[in-house]
Each structure stands twice: as structure tokens, then as C-alpha cells.
């Protein structure tokens, strides 16, 4: 490990005694650390083919990579044993060869899109360019759920108001599988994570003031991201309306023009052709 193992344990409030008595062998944990370490530049290119890839959509705004931390990875390895016991049994263990299909999240793709409707056509994409093992929509209690429900995607209501919507993807670089995890949301979205992400990380406890704040900041953005859909919508409206009555404008002045033309080549005005001139004026007047 880059830090010792005291410096490790004071970091992320583990003792020794913690590891035994969920019997975890620190020499393990230090192969696991050796090996991510030893792959950790093909994972950062492998994200960045990956992002590359997401960048060319039209309707994404942009992308962000990251490879887990190596000491983060270990934390979670700790966290997640008796998670994994109980689904495989007592006798789990991580190793260097199971943690990579284990932890799902060497990788991550952070996909930000403007506007709430665009989703659909990114989730659509991805769809196409990956095998997707899991996808989760983590909404807020209240949110809309009709389009997700629609597309058979599990929906996972969060108290802290978090949105996103997460994949986990298969991709290979060489024969050996790299399961990614991509998030995609908005840019109101992504603004309220941020901040939130940065408090839960910098604080031990979120006292009750803030916590009250972040909500209404989350339903801020929530709102915000309503509004910039509703200008979109009427954007588009009013770019329809501008089109048909540029149309209109053009096929009244395409009459306009002819009916000079027909004028221009009277050498003297009947009645009857000043009544077809006069009809012809009250058409393009109507």
C-alpha cells in the first residue's frame, strides 16, 4: 500500500481487530492493492475509449472519467465482505481473482445531458454500443417514473434526493471482460451531486441545517430541470411556428411575383382581366 496499514486504519476508522473478526488477511487486501495498481493505466485508457465514445452523441454535453482510488477500492473491499458472505456464504473471501467482477466500479463514466427529455435517446445508445448488466434509475420520491417503467428499468427511490440513472456495462479492450459503471444525468442534475457528494465526504455527520438546505437546493435543481424542459418545448414550438410562416411569407410573395409578371405583360387593361387581377389580389390578401 502507498500508506501504512496504521495510517490505513486511522484514515478509514478500521483497527485490527475489525479485520479478524470478519476474518480478512491484510496480505490479501496488499495483493488486491498491487494488482488494481499494476492495471490501473489500461483502466484509465479503457475510460477514456469508453467517454470517447459517449462524446460523439449529440445529445450529451459532456463526460467524465474516473478510476477508483486504490485505498477507496480496499475501504469498499472491507465494507462489502459481509455483504458477500451473506449471498455466497462464510467461507468468501475477495482475491485478486474475483475482486475485478465484484467491484463493479473500477471504472466510472460520469454522461451529462441538458435537458431531462434527452435521456431516452443516450439510454438508447448506450443500449446499442454495450452489454448492459444492470441498470438502476435512482430517483426522488415524487419523480415521475412513467418512462422508466415503460422501458422495464428498476427504479430506486433516495432519501438524500439523488438522481441518476446507472449502467453497468461490459466492455473488452483485450479478452478479459472490464465491467464499467456510467451514470448519466442532467446538468442540474449533476450541479445538486456534486455538492451533496462534497458534504458527505467532508463531514462526518450532515448537521440538521444543512441537511434541510440540501433538500431544498435538490428540489431547486429538480424544479430547474422542469423549466429548462419547458423552454425547450416551447423553443421548439416557436421554431415550428417561425418555419410555417416563413413558408407562408414565401409562397405570398412567389404570387406577388407572378401576378407582376402578368401585369407587366398587358399591353392595356380589359375589364375582364382587371377583375381576374382584382381576384387574384384578394387571394393573396386572404
Known amino acids: 500500500m ?14 485490527e481487530e475489525f479485520l479478524i473478526e ?12 498491487m494488482d488494481f495498481n499494476k492495471y490501473r493505466q489500461s483502466y484509465e485508457t479503457q ?5 470517447n465514445i459517449l ?14 482510488d486504490s485505498q477507496h477500492l480496499i475501504e469498499k473491499i472491507i465494507r ?7 449471498k455466497y456464504g462464510d467461507n468468501f473471501k475477495f482475491t485478486v481473482d474475483n475482486y475485478k467482477d465484484e467491484i463493479t466500479d473500477l471504472l466510472g463514466i460520469r454522461v451529462i445531458h441538458i435537458f431531462k427529455e434527452d435521456w431516452e435517446e443516450i439510454h438508447h445508445f448506450i443500449s446499442q454500443m454495450w452489454n448492459i448488466n444492470e441498470i438502476v434509475a435512482n430517483i426522488r420520491e415524487g419523480d415521475n417514473t412513467k418512462t422508466f417503467e415503460e422501458l422495464a428499468i428498476e427504479v430506486c427511490s433516495r432519501l438524500s434526493g439523488y438522481r ?3 449502467y453497468l456495462i461490459e466492455s473488452y479492450p ?5 465491467i464499467a459503471e456510467v451514470q448519466v444525468r442532467t446538468i442540474f442534475e449533476e450541479g445538486y451531486g456534486e455538492i451533496d457528494h462534497q458534504l458527505r465526504y467532508s463531514l462526518d455527520e450532515i448537521p440538521e441545517i444543512l441537511e434541510q438546505n440540501l433538500m431544498l437546493l435538490n428540489r431547486i435543481a429538480g424544479s430547474s430541470d422542469e423549466m429548462a424542459s419547458l423552454i425547450n418545448m416551447l423553443s421548439k414550438s416557436f421554431n415550428d411556428i417561425e418555419s410555417k410562416c416563413k413558408d407562408k411569407l414565401d409562397d405570398k410573395n412567389e404570387k406577388i411575383k407572378r401576378l407582376k409578371e402578368k401585369i407587366s405583360k398587358l399591353s392595356s387593361v380589359e375589364v375582364d382581366d382587371k377583375e381576374m387581377l382584382l381576384k387574384d389580389i384578394e387571394e393573396i390578401l386572404s
Open 2 to 15: 502507498i500508506v501504512t496499514k496504521e495510517e490505513f486504519f486511522k484514515k478509514y476508522k478500521i483497527n
Open 22 to 33: 470478519n476474518k480478512i488477511d491484510w496480505k490479501d487486501l496488499e495483493e488486491i492493492n
Open 47 to 51: 475510460a477514456d475509449l469508453i467517454a
Open 55 to 68: 462524446r460523439g452523441h449529440k445529445k450529451v454535453h459532456s463526460v467524465k472519467t474516473r478510476v477508483k
Open 80 to 86: 462489502k465482505t459481509e455483504e458477500r458472505r451473506a
Open 164 to 166: 441518476s440513472v446507472h
Open 174 to 178: 483485450t479478452t478479459n471482460k472490464v
